[in-house]
């Protein structure tokens, strides 16, 4: 598990560099990087508090792979409206203000994936001074956050190209935690015996009827305010 979460903190942070090198102005991917630098910095007097074995706790613990699955699905779906603000923009057709607001929309799973680097690389170099590591991460984040953005920038300048690798890249993370959350050794296994819950099956399908209904009158409003 912890090998997969591995791979999953190196992608979040490689879709992280895509999604900086998208935002709007020049100075905006320096700003962030910035602040990921600070971020990762000032997060050592709370990674050095935690021991290794809090952390197997934590990941054997099902209940929370659940919480990070849901916050990566959360953060799927808020990408998904930037890539449609960002190819909307490039083919000059008009934006609602909300899709407008998710142009800066900075990349959220960056932080996280840093602190979880962070406590990789404490328990990996046992030995080395505290801040030396921070000091060193910080750097790279730097480095890796800013200059990359715009080393995509250069190296990929059209758009439309980025928001399609960064989609690709965001959709084999959620993938990722789905199966880490599915095949987790915790997971409960239902017998053929067990009772179907149809008062919660009852309950999802009036949620999913009143969604729908909602947003099919949403549209038939709008289209006739507009016409």
Not at 168 to 180: A, K
Request: net charge positive; with cysteine; hydrophobic share 60%.
């Amino acid at each position: 598990m912890e090998n997969v979460l591995l791979i999953m903190t190196l992608l979040c942070l490689l879709a992280g560099v895509f999604k900086n090198s998208l935002a709007p102005g020049r100075y905006y991917p320096l700003v962030f990087a910035v602040l990921c630098a600070a971020a990762v910095w000032f997060s050592g007097r709370y990674a050095v508090r935690v021991n290794k074995l809090s952390v197997s706790e934590a990941l054997e613990d099902f209940k929370v792979m659940q919480d990070v699955n849901i916050v990566v699905t959360l953060h799927l779906l808020l990408i998904l409206g930037f890539a449609a603000s960002k190819l909307k923009k490039v083919f000059g057709l008009a934006r609602p203000w909300y899709l407008r607001m998710l142009e800066y929309l900075p990349a959220l799973l960056v932080l996280p994936a840093f602190f979880y680097l962070y406590l990789s690389l404490l328990f990996s170099f046992v030995g080395v001074p505290f801040g030396w590591v921070g000091g060193i991460l910080s750097v790279l984040a730097l480095l890796l956050v800013g200059g990359g953005a715009y080393l995509l920038r250069m190296a990929v300048p059209e758009e439309e190209l980025r928001v399609e690798l960064l989609l690709m890249m965001e959709f084999l993370l959620f993938v990722l935690m789905l199966c880490s959350t599915i095949f987790h050794p915790a997971a409960i296994v239902f017998s053929p015996e067990t009772r179907v819950d149809w008062a919660s099956l009852v309950y999802t399908a009036l949620v999913i009827v009143v969604l729908f209904g909602f947003g099919f009158a949403w549209r038939v409003w709008r289209q006739r305010r507009s016409a």
